[in-house]
């Protein structure tokens, strides 16, 4: 669906129509997705925090990813979804990372590859992925696969010379062939005048109400860790603290024998096996 979906993208741009997007990474996320009615999913690397319980993007693999795009793209057949190359796939050869691409992009079935930076390689990765027909949206500002190399997480842009590199990186990215950018943690104003440089769309996160679209982790969004939550995010919805209710219900209804209860297990074999054993046709199990 990607050569219906990417365009539309730019028309939205074009149209000034915000642009929506979430992280998905299985079957109920990206139904959520889905049925929110967001332009695009990303199965970003940041499942390596919010999966994985990781303190950065880095430790996450190629096959994980692979593993977790497939799970979406399986459940939002008619989305565009978008496959995160994770840390040590690009950047080191233009070669490995096309290989590295196209080996996303094909077991995945994916509509697109996201990749971070805009430096030499990434630039003849995009052009040539491009050319092979592999859609390549860019990711600029803040990058989280190099937190370790620049000291931490801090709002990029901020300075006239880190100003004049962004947008001289997200016009670079534009020329080979990017789709769109993701800016992350980039002042607002120099977020803003990249987004009136850009013909592609950038979608935002952290970097203020003036990019073409805004991007957020679906956990951040949904409140599903209790633990943290970060200064650009916002809960739109309280999961962990329904979700802990619940499993509480659950736990006390064990412990005072009400849970299961009439109707909720078989007292009455419906169809009895060779062995004796009932059939309790759709059942769940564990």
Do not use: W
Not at 76 to 98: N, Y
């Amino acid at each position: 669906m990607a050569e219906f979906k990417i365009p539309e993208l730019r028309r939205k741009k074009e149209r000034g129509e915000p642009i929506v997007s979430l992280t998905a990474y299985d079957l109920f996320t990206a139904h959520l997705a889905r049925d929110a009615g967001v332009d695009f999913v990303l199965v970003g690397d940041s499942m390596a925090n919010v999966i994985q319980g990781h303190s950065t993007t880095v430790p996450v693999s190629l096959e994980e990813v692979i593993y977790h795009t497939r799970i979406v793209v399986r459940a939002l057949p008619d989305m565009l979804v978008i496959g995160d190359m994770p840390f040590g796939t690009f950047k080191v050869s233009a070669d490995e990372t096309v290989h590295n691409a196209l080996a996303l992009f094909k077991e995945t079935g994916c509509g697109a590859v996201k990749m971070e930076g805009a430096d030499e390689s990434n630039l003849d990765a995009i052009a040539r992925l491009k050319r092979i027909g592999v859609p390549v949206m860019g990711h600029l500002g803040l990058l989280p696969q190099r937190v370790h190399a620049t000291g931490g997480y801090r709002i990029q842009g901020r300075t006239e010379k880190s100003r004049q590199r962004l947008l001289a990186e997200a016009l670079a990215l534009q020329d080979a062939g990017a789709f769109a950018v993701v800016l992350e943690c980039v002042e607002s104003r120099c977020a803003e005048a990249i987004t009136r440089a850009l013909k592609v769309p950038t979608i935002g996160i952290g970097s203020g109400p003036h990019t073409d679209g805004q991007i957020l982790v679906i956990h951040d969004a949904l409140g599903m860790h209790a633990e943290y939550l970060p200064s650009f995010a916002r809960h739109f919805a309280q999961l962990y603290t329904e979700g802990l209710k619940g499993v509480r219900e659950y736990a006390d209804a064990v412990r005072a024998h009400t849970f299961p209860g009439p109707g909720e297990y078989t007292m009455v074999p419906q169809k009895a096996g060779a062995d004796g054993e009932s059939d309790n046709e759709g059942a769940q199990t564990a």
